[in-house]
């Protein structure tokens, strides 16, 4: 079997919905009819032009060669396109779609499923929070911002199953469309207005929860070491699961220096990528939890390999999913075949029509809180009519 040809796409963004997204993904086709979808994960406000432009320069190095030889391929293209030795993330989340489509087309041709290939099924079900409820968790985004509001989406997530949720409580002002953080506040201290807001939220979500649930706190690495402990400080009476991407990804020894002075478990790395760069992480123990996106670290790959090392290191792993029904579906392969699996993403827009809309297969959104692993071939996902239809698609061959 070859690799003779890679359709490139991009999906416009013409739908509010998207919250300016313009998914990238690929498609490796075989000389035995046989193709594999992959995700590109830095499209999120900026990259998509891009990271659609590296596929098509990486997707030359792999014309003619065996999908059933992954590590080769993934070796040809990261010695091979020289900027991948100087990192980046927009060369890594390139390699990432080719790589996660190359295992999706090895699952076809064996008729397994991905997880099979890496080592077998640990669990038959994952359990999922509800992310991102500031956003609402309706079928469209609605931003929340009021105590009630943080009451009323929480009750949803829970009417749905969900016994674990995740929040940003620092993103939305106290009117739909402003910001909470102003001018009056810095990265370095926030006033006890903000963090009395930022309390209040969490207060309502976990009133909402219940004591048994799981709460973890969205930073989106807004906040700093200091202000990091501000937010940590107020929110420990709270119980809180994980405190998420609370500083820039690049500063391990801040991320150290936080660990030591809260009592609230961390969790990051969405945006980190390949072996190297979540090591100074497992080295000094500072998170309690990863959550590499399959679409930036290196896919299949790399991916299997930074969570086996994070295992030696006693840490859990959750992959990081923001993206379509392609990324989910490769992110529940992953989290499905190995052992220090967490807790399963479930983001807003993966359960609204915009995004569902894109695949055949809705095996991936959770019943009751949790995701029945399916046992479909490769990465159980493929694109319906109307996405292939709205695709702006270049071919390489």
């Not at 309390?199 to 799981?214: C, N």
């Amino acid at each position: 079997m070859k690799i003779v040809s890679v359709d490139v796409m991009l999906l416009p963004e013409d739908k509010p919905s998207f919250a300016s997204q313009r998914p990238v993904l690929c498609r490796v086709n075989t000389d035995e009819g046989i193709y594999g979808l992959g995700e590109a994960g830095t499209t999120f406000f900026t990259g998509s032009d891009a990271v659609f432009a590296m596929i098509k320069e990486q997707a030359k190095f792999i014309l003619g060669m065996d999908p059933m030889e992954n590590e080769v391929i993934w070796n040809k293209i990261y010695s091979g396109a020289y900027w991948t030795k100087g990192n980046g993330p927009i060369v890594f989340a390139a390699l990432s779609a080719i790589d996660t489509a190359i295992w999706d087309i090895k699952g076809k041709a064996l008729g397994k499923p991905v997880y099979e290939l890496l080592g077998g099924k640990f669990r038959d079900k994952l359990r999922c929070y509800a992310s991102q409820l500031q956003f609402g968790f309706y079928e469209k985004t609605i931003p929340q911002c009021t105590y009630d509001d943080y009451v009323t989406v929480t009750k949803v997530a829970v009417e749905k199953g969900y016994d674990a949720v995740k929040t940003d409580p620092m993103i939305w002002g106290a009117k739909p469309g402003t910001f909470l953080l102003g001018e009056a506040d810095t990265f370095g201290h926030f006033t006890n207005r903000t963090l009395d807001v930022i309390e209040e939220r969490i207060a309502a979500t976990r009133e909402a929860l219940g004591k048994d649930g799981d709460i973890i706190v969205e930073c989106h690495s807004t906040t700093n070491l200091q202000s990091a402990i501000q937010v940590a400080k107020r929110l420990e009476k709270y119980d809180i699961m994980y405190m998420e991407e609370p500083l820039d990804s690049l500063t391990p020894s801040a991320t150290k220096a936080l660990a030591d002075s809260i009592n609230i478990p961390i969790a990051t790395g969405e945006r980190t990528y390949l072996r190297s760069g979540f090591l100074p992480y497992f080295l000094d123990r500072s998170p309690s939890m990863i959550q590499p996106d399959i679409g930036i670290v290196g896919g299949f790959t790399e991916m299997k390999k930074i969570c086996d090392m994070a295992q030696t290191f006693d840490i859990g792993v959750q992959a990081h999913v923001c993206g379509t029904p392609i990324s989910v579906a490769a992110g529940v392969q992953i989290e499905a075949a190995i052992p220090n699996f967490t807790i399963h993403e479930t983001h807003v827009f993966s359960v609204q029509p915009a995004f569902t809309d894109l695949c055949t297969n809705n095996d991936f959104i959770p019943e009751n809180g949790y995701i029945t692993v399916p046992s479909k071939p490769g990465i159980g996902q493929d694109l319906s009519e109307m996405a292939i239809k709205r695709l702006i698609t270049e071919t390489v061959k």
